[in-house]
């Protein structure tokens, strides 16, 4: 496609991509192979998915042992693959959506708070989704205790990535209907959280039967959140378009 604008010059786009539409299956892609895996290891690998060190009777297996065995192991790290590309490019188009908010800010203190609060938030997004490459590709089964560590990682830098987002979207876009779910969402995570670790205490030093379970439960709990917390980008943009091209600038936009 090709846009002239007289003296001005030409502009060319190449690609075209609803931005929307981008977000829907960054999101969708995980959670398709997700269930995928759920499935597949509960029909055909009960005993290798309810295997747990205190051997006590479970009826959830736990994210990371439907992903950690063969072959669903390597579907899940391709789709986690296929997914943190389109969530850096997400990262940084919300980056750059809140500073242009932010510089139009007139209150000096206000817009040097949100521009803190904007460059955690970007940073607590990159290492959540480093730590999402971490626990994904080394399972639990090759080493655990790198695994636990990262996964710990993990829960970390989401649940402080939520708490900042929401923070910055009060300052920043304080009646975004985002905002609303985005609040209700990080509620779940930390109750969810809460839950987990009681659980995995309880499964850990006691071994109570089912414990394993429900600290699995409030793990799918806590997963769906934080992929509905991130899926809210298509209600901060939706109209927008991905556009690779050369001499945008030129382009008159009405």
């Known amino acids: ?21 981008l977000c829907i299956i960054t999101v969708s892609i995980p959670i398709v192979t997700l269930l995928f895996c759920f499935v597949t290891a509960y029909i055909y690998q009960q005993d290798d998915i309810h295997e747990t060190h205190c051997r006590v009777y479970n009826v959830l297996p736990s994210i990371s042992a439907i992903t950690g065995v063969s072959p669903q192991r390597y579907l ?9 590309g389109p969530r850096l490019l997400i990262a940084s188009v919300y980056y750059s959506f809140y500073l242009k908010i932010l510089k139009s800010i007139e209150n000096v203190p206000k817009r040097l708070q949100g521009l803190r609060l904007l460059n955690l938030c970007y940073w607590l997004n990159i290492a959540e989704l480093a730590s999402l490459c971490g626990v994904t590709y080394i399972s639990n089964k090759e080493n655990y205790a790198v695994h636990e560590k990262t996964f710990i990682s993990f829960m970390i830098t989401s649940l402080l990535h ?14 975004a209907q985002s905002l609303q779910y985005k609040q209700a969402l990080f509620s779940t995570s930390l109750l969810s959280t809460v839950g987990l670790i009681v659980f995995f205490l309880k499964h850990r030093l006691l071994c109570h039967d089912l ?40 382009i008159k936009v009405d």
């Not at 090709?2 to 929307?20: C, D, K, Q």
């Not at 600290?215 to 378009?241: G, K, M, R, W």
């Open 1 to 21: 496609m090709e846009v002239n604008n007289g003296a001005a010059g030409r502009s060319s786009i190449y690609l075209m991509v609803p931005f929307r539409k």
């Open 76 to 84: 899940w790290r391709v789709s986690i693959a296929l997914h943190i």
């Open 162 to 175: 939520m708490l900042v987002a929401v923070r910055l979207g009060r300052l920043a876009t304080p009646n």
């Open 211 to 250: 414990a394993f379970s429900w600290f699995s439960l409030c793990e799918y709990v806590l997963a769906s959140a934080n992929l509905a917390f991130h899926a809210t980008v298509i209600l901060d943009f939706p109209v927008d378009q991905l556009v690779v091209g050369n001499n945008l600038h030129l």
